[in-house]
């Protein structure tokens, strides 16, 4: 019984965090209809007709290839693609057009971006994106109700450059996880903090200083020389 419990709790989660990547598609859209194509993202050189494409790209082939990429590094494989594959993923996408991309991101994504093994991954992929382009232009950006879900495959796949003493880390909002060796000992790290900033710093786009830190002197240095790569 208390595996069907939990089974139907997973569904309900998943189907949750399903919607908020439908509903983060669609203002991403949004914004990226206020700022015009040719608008700087936040990504490097991209413009927002880049960002569209490159986002609307992961649907490709029913989600086929960044759901297997996804899978892995929420295991810890890191994927270092090399840029003319990126532009060319880009660029094919752009043959459609602008406004074309916006309509395919206020669609649904595919189905196999939104089960279990990828939601929050897909989430992520869609809100940090969306945060960078927002934080460029000055404007609002709300967060998910189950953004803090994206947390822990982030730390799986940066748990190599992580200190290995333990990290717990807690969310504002009431959720906690812990990794490492180290369960419950005392020398484990704790950050806390918004979802939304600590997914920020685990992707190199937050600073430390923006989470609360307890942590022994020299893990306390290993975390500050940390920088996500995402």
């Not at 669609?26 to 413009?47: F, K, Q, S």
């Not at 060796?181 to 992707?203: E, K, M, Q, T, Y």
Request: aromatic share 6%.
């Amino acid at each position: 019984m208390a595996d069907a419990v939990h089974r139907l709790s997973e569904v309900v989660c998943v189907v949750t965090v399903a919607e908020d990547v439908e509903a983060e598609r669609a203002a991403l859209a949004d914004t990226l209809e206020v700022v015009g194509p040719n608008a700087p993202t936040g990504c490097g050189d991209w413009t927002a007709f880049d960002l569209a494409a490159h986002i609307v790209a992961a649907d490709r082939a029913a989600g086929t290839l960044a759901f297997c990429i996804r899978a892995l590094a929420t295991r810890g494989v890191q994927f270092n693609p090399k840029p003319p594959v990126i532009a060319a993923a880009i660029n094919r996408e752009r043959r459609a057009g602008y406004p074309a991309l916006l309509a395919r991101l206020r669609s649904r994504p595919p189905r196999l971006l939104l089960t279990p093994a990828v939601a929050a991954s897909t989430l992520f992929e869609v809100w940090m994106h969306h945060d960078d382009l927002a934080t460029t232009h000055g404007l609002v950006h709300q967060n998910p109700d189950h953004l803090a879900h994206a947390i822990p495959p982030l730390v799986r796949y940066h748990a190599r450059r992580l200190p290995t003493t333990g990290l717990i880390i807690r969310t504002t909002d009431g959720h906690q996880w812990t990794f490492g060796p180290d369960f419950g000992v005392p020398g484990a790290a704790v950050l806390s903090g918004p979802a939304a900033d600590l997914i920020r710093w685990l992707s190199g786009r937050g600073p430390l200083a923006a989470l609360g830190v307890e942590a022994m002197p020299a893990v306390a240095e290993q975390l500050q020389a940390f920088v996500g790569t995402v």
